[in-house]
């Protein structure tokens, strides 16, 4: 006798694992989950405010997450090709970024990542994919934030 057999009778009372197939569940059980805690003081803010290349099109999309009016994050399209090339990252909202991810080969994948580690607003670290099949090839680290990477690797 096979479980697809029209004779054979199912039993609803519990499931595999021996729990109750009744069990009542609510869409709005208070005691399992807290309100929405946004108020009117909690502002958030996405802006397409800086054309880069002056002909009249916004390329960079900036975002306030915290409305501190300090922008933690930018989008940009540089290349107008309606894909992001270029994100940048200020975390601290100290006006540096401390990251940036880059296309910087145009194919539309973020190829290059370079973070500030001191925060003194220039890249200490990068790292990309050079040959474009999704893994990163090569590290360089700038260990004294003189501009030049002391340690590069082809990983």
Known sequence: MSEF???????????????DAADDYS?????????DSYTEDD???AVADTDIDGDGVNESVS?????????ETIESDTNNDGWIDQVTTDADGDGYSESILVDT???TYMDTYGTDTDGDGFVNT?????DGDGLLDTYA???????????????
């Open 141 to 155: 680290e700038d260990n004294d934030s003189d501009g030049a990477y002391e340690n590069v690797q082809n990983i």
């Open 27 to 35: 869409t709005d059980d208070a005691s399992t989950y807290a309100d």
């Open 5 to 19: 057999d029209g004779s054979v009778e199912d039993d609803y009372a519990t499931d595999d694992y021996g729990t």
């Open 43 to 45: 502002v958030y803010s």
């Open 63 to 71: 975002y306030d997450l915290d409305g501190d009016g300090y922008e």
């Open 105 to 107: 080969d145009g194919d």
């Open 126 to 130: 990068v790292e990309s994919d050079t």
